[in-house]
């Protein structure tokens, strides 16, 4: 079956530290890949995706590689803000079989300090 | 455009009650989708509805079940509540649930208490 691994929690950094959040995956078919981030009290908001392997999305600083020969969309931003403490949900939609729900990590919980 | 809506957005029951869970998805969006949020589980698929049709469902019992009116928008019902049903409820809607490629548009949740 479907599986996302992300890196665990929770992860303290100071505000302009470079972020990285690995996250790997295991799929059946062809996944498309995501990150959604939630902020307290809020829903998932869609922060980048990518399509088909060495597609790179990217939004508000933010970006990851779909890397196929190894499985991972890790997640990466030169200089974090304060404003991008949340929640970051590494997630997949496969190509194959009939279902197309999302499958996710278990989250990681990112605090950035001033 | 206006996003997903979901309601209410807090409540609180009691075991052994039923609640119901409303949501309204992004204009012209046909499939919609329920998520379970809880600390110990993470995010967990409920069903998915696309054209009042139960097209996918996870592995909830059945106390967990949901509809789809001709408008798209969606119930979702949790009968005799368990304590274990304490959660955060996430709707997701998107033009169509088969586009692996495609974005879900989540509403702000329903956050369940049960007491």
């Known amino acids: 079956g479907n599986s996302v691994t992300q890196m665990e929690g929770p992860v303290t950094l100071s505000e302009e530290a470079f972020l990285t959040i690995n996250c790997t995956y295991t799929a059946t078919g062809y996944p498309s890949l995501f990150w959604y981030v939630q902020y307290p009290g809020e829903g998932l908001q869609l922060l980048l995706k990518?399509?088909?392997?060495?597609d790179k999305g990217s939004n508000k600083g933010f970006e990851a590689t779909y890397r196929k020969e190894t499985t991972s969309f890790h997640l990466e931003k030169g200089s974090v803000q304060v404003s991008d403490s949340a929640v970051y949900f590494c997630?997949?939609?496969?190509?194959?079989?009939?279902?197309?729900?999302?499958?996710f990590g278990s989250g990681t919980q990112l605090t950035v300090l001033p | 455009k206006a996003g997903v809506t979901q309601t209410p957005r807090y409540l609180i029951k009691t075991r052994g009650q039923q609640v119901t869970l409303s949501c309204s998805p992004i204009?012209?969006?046909?499939?919609v989708s329920w998520y379970q949020q809880t600390p110990g589980q993470g995010l967990q698929f409920l069903f998915e509805y696309f054209s009042e049709t139960q097209r996918n469902k996870g592995n909830f019992p059945g106390r967990f079940s949901g509809r789809q009116f001709s408008n798209s928008r969606s119930e979702m019902n949790v009968s005799t509540l368990e304590l274990g049903d304490s959660a955060l409820y996430l709707c997701?809607?998107?033009?169509?649930?088969?586009?692996?490629?495609?974005?879900?548009?989540f509403g702000e949740g329903s956050r369940l208490t049960v007491l």
């Open positions: 204009s012209g969006h046909r499939s």
């Open positions: 997630a997949l939609r496969d190509s194959s079989g009939s279902a197309r729900q999302l499958t």
């Open positions: 997701a809607s998107s033009l169509d649930g088969r586009a692996y490629t495609g974005e879900l548009f």
């Open positions: 990518a399509t088909k392997a060495d």
